[in-house]
């Protein structure tokens, strides 16, 4: 079993604390298109219509952030960040998303108990 935690260091007032991308298969275009994201979140948007996230596979690295990136998290050019990839499949085995997701090693902390 294996624990994982992300403790944020700032508030949102000093900018966001993680910047994340997702992708989804084509499969999603449709309710992509349909959906309100303001409304509701797009995870209960997926789970009233019968998908639900049963195994993931996360990695974890370090990299220096680009000046768009430093830019859009509020962090001094070439800072560090922690990137996280992470692949989820559906209840059938299916892939449902790939996202990547940046989080500046000032604004947050990181524990892993395995």
């Known amino acids: 079993m ?4 992300c403790d944020v260091k700032d508030n949102f ?3 966001p604390m993680v ?3 997702s992708h989804f298969a084509a499969r999603f275009f449709d309710l992509m298109q349909d959906a309100d994201l303001e409304k509701s979140p797009l995870y209960s948007i997926l789970l009233e219509r019968g998908y639900t996230r049963r ?8 990299r220096v952030l680009t000046d768009r990136e430093s830019h859009m998290m ?3 050019a070439g800072s ?3 990137l996280i990839t992470s692949v989820s499949w559906d209840q059938n085995k299916k892939p ?3 996202s990547s997701s940046l989080y500046p090693i000032d ?3 990181f524990a892993l108990r395995i």
């Open 19 to 21: 910047l994340t991308t």
């Open 13 to 15: 007032e000093h900018g």
């Open 107 to 109: 604004k947050n902390d």
């Open 55 to 62: 195994t993931f596979e996360k990695n974890l690295t370090a």
């Open 96 to 98: 449902l998303e790939y």
């Open 74 to 76: 509020g962090v001094p």
């Open 80 to 82: 560090l960040a922690i």
């Open 2 to 5: 294996a624990y994982f935690s």
